[in-house]
């Protein structure tokens, strides 16, 4: 939540005509009525999102799938008095999903000497203080080994053992233990790993190992409750998911293929991620769908469209018919009454109610398709998802940033989906002009990837691994004028959401930057760019007041709660000089004199990091002397929220 630092400024009131520059807003009727759906969050897997971020698994290459030739993440413990050796083993696997073990032979071992195996998680196991950790274990043993095994969280120095539980009953089956770990009074740390060990020489085999902290209003299979209070306090309407490149994969084999995702843990083998490291799939359709309710977000879901990012595509027709129905069948998973086949699946998996759901995306970022083919693979989902569910809109994946020769001709998109990644320059040039040309009797809008970036060169450029992965408060400012034009125009555009959501900070951890939050094993930041988004989503009122400036490179937007009256204007200000603006709202009636002011401002490279994660954060004042006609200053760099009653 945004601390509050409680300042004191007094409005000037301004008694003469008002000289530039100035803002003014029209009171005296509403624009249009904002999008209640307006700000959202996207979410893929990319940046270590998933696993080794939000999804609160600790243990990395559980099921021992990540590399076919070695045991990633996984070492040997022993010590000079004790000996053990570690290897996959494909035969006799646990089930046909978890189709590789690890086998574990001692050939020395003793309650003083232990031998075993490690884990080091993702980059770190995080030790909690007074914390319950949960660990699932699938195991068997050889027949000449019954003997327990133990289960610790310990140092990497291995002088600190934080947690430790055993448990016995191994047989030559398998057989899967739940094992409960407590932590005391200790300092949290991520410079520690999971480790199992024999104190008898003897061989045993591991199918699956799970560990999780506290998650989550204490879910199984659940989320990491740093981060989860962190994307609660967006305020987010919906949530669009699983992606992004995520849905498509970089081959058809390699899409998210959400019937291979629900279910019990040992039931998902996972796939390889397109962004270079494997899924365990741990978070799917289910966790997604409980992600929202957690929330009380919407969801926006993406459905494979039959295209993948290595250029493969499938040819409309009869070939496209098994992913349509796939769709059809996702669909039904989320909306459908359990006396239906997928419905029924969604109750045995623990949630008989219906989602609610509105928008369905058909594909992402089809432009790249070469074949041309997206206007007939499309027409081909909006035929069969209207023909069963007509009251959803569904959303075409090339929209205006792309030539008309590129959009859907054949059938009339519900909505149309946009992305802009663009330098805060272009922002500031592009902003004022958003959208206002847009016909506003074609298909709604949906900004459903984007993001300002401050650099001298774009996102995907290599040079960018070389920049810390959340953005500088110069990238926030550019977001702050791009997200005013999208809510002066929110009558159009129904949603937005910024990209991307979520990076694993640690090195080797990610693949794009700027991302809006940054953390560790053990600790979560937001960027400048999460504030500036916060101070949006958490001030924005019903109905569109019509703004103008002059004079001014300050841009901004203004909105108005029809239920109480109070007036929320956001002010952007790019200059490095303070700007004094004289404020003019027409036709308001009963203005107060004290109003809320909620200020982002710092120099243009300011940030934040794991080990300055309030750097840079908004504060909020008290705003005296208000009237129709007011002066207010705009600190440099800086993006202001006005929060003004009226009486």
């Known amino acids: 939540m945004i601390k509050s630092f409680t300042l004191l400024f007094y409005a000037t009131s301004v008694f003469c005509l008002a000289a530039s520059p100035t803002f003014t807003i029209d009171a005296s009727h509403s624009a249009g009525q904002v999008s209640p759906l307006l700000y959202g969050l996207m979410t893929e897997e990319i940046n270590h999102a998933y696993d080794g971020g939000l999804y609160a698994e600790l243990i990395q ?39 590789m073990s690890l086998r574990l032979s001692a050939s020395q071992a003793s309650r003083d000497h232990p031998a075993g195996v490690a884990n080091d998680g993702y980059w770190g196991i995080p030790v909690l203080r007074k914390a319950v950790y949960h660990a699932t274990i699938l ?50 740390t991520a410079q520690a790993h999971f480790a199992i060990t024999l104190d008898q020489p003897g061989t045993v085999w591991l199918g699956l190992v799970s560990l999780f902290p506290p998650t989550w209003n204490d879910q199984t299979n659940g989320f990491r409750k740093d981060l989860m209070q962190m994307l609660v306090d967006l305020n987010p309407k919906f949530l669009r998911f699983p992606g992004g490149n995520y849905v498509e994969g970089n081959t058809v084999s390699t899409r998210f293929d959400w019937k291979k995702t629900i279910g019990p843990i040992d039931q998902r083998h996972g796939h390889q991620g397109p962004w270079g490291y494997r899924s365990t799939d741990g978070l799917g359709l289910m966790e997604f769908l409980e992600w929202c309710q957690d929330m009380n977000a919407e969801p926006l879901l993406a459905v494979y469209a039959g295209y993948s990012l290595e250029g493969v595509h499938v040819n409309p027709g009869p070939d496209l018919q098994p992913f349509v129905q796939d769709a059809l069948d996702e669909i039904e998973y989320v909306t459908g009454d359990t006396n239906t086949q997928w419905g029924a699946q969604r109750a045995a998996d623990g949630h008989p109610a219906a989602f609610n759901l509105h928008y369905v995306e058909i594909g992402n970022e089809d432009w790249f398709d070469k074949s041309g083919s997206y206007d007939q693979r499309y027409a081909q989902f909006y035929d069969a998802i209207k023909a069963k569910y007509p009251q959803l809109k569904l959303i075409s994946t090339i929209g205006n940033d792309q030539p008309d020769r590129l959009h859907v001709q054949s059938r009339q998109p519900d909505m149309t989906d946009e992305h802009y990644y663009r330098s805060v320059d272009t922002f500031l040039q592009m902003s004022p002009g958003y959208a ?20 001298s060169f774009p996102p995907w450029n290599g040079r960018s691994r070389n920049e810390p992965p959340t953005p500088r408060l110069k990238a926030a400012i550019g977001d702050g004028v791009f997200m005013a034009a999208m809510e002066r125009n929110s009558d159009l555009i129904k949603m937005n959401c910024y990209a991307p959501l979520l990076v694993n900070v640690n090195p080797g951890a990610r693949q794009w930057r700027p991302d809006l939050i940054g953390y560790d094993a053990i600790s979560a930041y937001g960027s400048p760019s999460y504030y500036a988004i916060q101070m949006f989503s958490r001030n924005v009122g019903d109905q569109i007041l019509s703004t103008a400036s002059a004079g001014t490179s300050v841009q901004g937007c203004a909105t108005r709660d029809s239920q109480t009256g109070e007036m929320y204007v956001k002010l952007v200000n790019p200059g490095a000089t303070a700007q004094t603006l004289n404020i003019e709202i027409n036709g308001a009636s009963s203005l107060s004199s004290k109003g809320t002011a909620i200020t982002l401002t710092g120099k243009p490279d300011d940030t934040n990091s794991i080990d300055h994660p309030r750097n840079v954060v908004p504060m909020t004042s008290k705003v005296r002397g208000i009237k129709p006609t007011f002066d207010y200053t705009l600190p440099p760099y800086s993006i202001v929220v006005l929060k003004l009653r009226t009486t």
């Open 61 to 99: 290459n559980r099921a021992f799938l990540d590399n076919a030739s070695a045991p990633a993440h996984w070492s040997v413990v022993s010590d000079n008095d004790s000996s053990a050796t570690i290897a996959l083993d494909p035969s006799n696997p646990f089930n046909d999903q978890l189709t």
């Open 139 to 188: 195991a068997r043993a050889d027949s000449n080994f019954s003997e327990p095994l133990t289960v610790s969280i310990v140092s990497d120095d291995g002088r600190k053992v934080y947690a430790s539980e055993s448990f016995s009953g191994l047989t030559a089956g398998w057989n899967t233990f739940d094992v409960t770990l407590k932590t005391g009074r200790v300092e949290p």
């Open 436 to 455: 206002t040309n847009y016909n506003r009797s074609g298909p709604e809008i949906f900004v459903g990837e984007w993001a300002s970036y401050e650099t």
